[in-house]
């Protein structure tokens, strides 16, 4: 078959880009002719700034930079290269409204194969203007939609009318295996990370609140903070200092290239989500992928991927006290080894070739 990816790829950084890099990787694997219809460029800087968009990784296969979703002259352009090709599926990557406009034109004007939409979010973590118009405007327009958790589903059914929820096939979210190499521990003393991009509503504050009762407990915990700050970093340096953290926390306020991700999970424990929403997070892929458990808020879709007390905890949202107690309980219990081997478990059974034959089916 020839497959279409609609949306971003290498060298475009984040989890919605290696996300499809995976999955056309492992489709191109089966056999399948695979092309990526890439953005040349994908926000403007304004509603971006967290700075560089791309990194210096390529595609593995045919990947046009053509598509900048602001800008109407380039959808016209995308469109046509989508017919030239001439696919038999065409995967479009939505989780913002920001694309609807693009998407929704490209969509009406595709000429070949079934039109596929891999939902990573449906409803936005920040507010939007008409955000419900916008997502009807796209979703309408598909052949297939394919949600990856059953919280990503229920948001489906309170947006959309039934006909197009019909079109809604459950799917789920692989465990990453881009890094792959050594998955052993190498820190001494006890260490917990927060990896990937910093957002209000992924709940650092939360954490950082947490962290003079686990000090208590447990003196030589060590947080580790790795990832850019959508927004202003001060906010998170000047409540470190206020809670007099200092010397418990280390903290890397940029982008954490590929090669350096194997050291942050090795060198921890734990890697903690304090979401206040979410719908699924590749976070949790990642940290599983060098078996290191996960304590995350019980919002949104994250209780699908953990098994709480089993490869990880989950804790009320917004709780600091109940966030701090259940990474007391993990290592006053010494989860680690047996939450590995749950997770090593877990791992063979959802793969990128189950995915994919989800899609291709």
Request: some cysteine; proline content about 7%; glycine content about 6%.
């Amino acid at each position: 078959m020839k497959i279409a990816f609609l949306g971003p790829a290498p060298p475009f950084r984040g989890g919605i880009s290696l996300f499809a890099s995976h999955l056309a990787n492992e489709m191109a694997r089966q056999g399948h002719e695979i092309c990526f219809f890439n953005f040349h460029r994908q926000y403007p800087a304004l509603l971006f700034p967290a700075g560089k968009q791309v990194d210096d990784i390529e595609a593995r296969h045919p990947n046009l930079r053509i598509l900048t979703p602001y800008l109407p002259h380039t959808w016209a352009k995308t469109t046509h290269a989508i017919n030239d090709f001439k696919p038999d599926i065409t995967i479009v990557s939505w989780w913002l409204p920001f694309f609807a406009p693009a998407y929704g034109s490209i969509l009406r004007k595709l000429k070949h194969g079934r039109k596929v939409i891999l939902a990573h979010n449906i409803e936005p973590h920040e507010d939007w203007f008409a955000a419900r118009s916008l997502l009807h405007y796209v979703f309408a327009k598909a052949d297939e939609i394919l949600v990856l958790s059953n919280s990503c589903l229920l948001d489906l059914k309170r947006n959309l009318p039934s006909k197009i929820v019909r079109k809604a096939t459950l799917g789920f979210h692989p465990i990453y295996d881009t890094y792959g190499g050594d998955t052993s521990k190498t820190n001494a003393l006890p260490r917990i990370l927060f990896f990937g991009m910093i957002k209000d509503y992924k709940g650092l504050d939360v954490l950082l609140e947490a962290m003079p009762i686990i000090r208590v407990a447990i003196p030589d915990i060590r947080l580790v903070i790795a990832g850019t700050v959508y927004k202003d970093k001060a906010a998170y340096e000047e409540k470190i200092r206020l809670l007099d953290l200092e010397a418990s926390v280390e903290t890397h306020f940029r982008y954490i290239s590929d090669e350096e991700v194997a050291g942050f999970f090795r060198q921890s424990d734990l890697c903690i989500l304090p979401y206040t929403s979410a719908t699924q997070s590749g976070v949790i892929s990642t940290s599983y992928s060098y078996d290191t458990p996960v304590v995350a808020s019980d919002v949104g879709g994250l209780s699908e991927y953990i098994e709480s007390g089993q490869s990880g905890f989950l804790v009320p949202p917004n709780n600091p006290p109940a966030l701090a107690a259940a990474i007391i309980r993990f290592y006053g219990n010494d989860l680690l080894k047996p939450m590995q081997e749950n997770i090593r478990a877990y791992k063979k059974k959802n793969t990128w070739f189950e995915l994919a034959r989800i899609i291709l089916r």
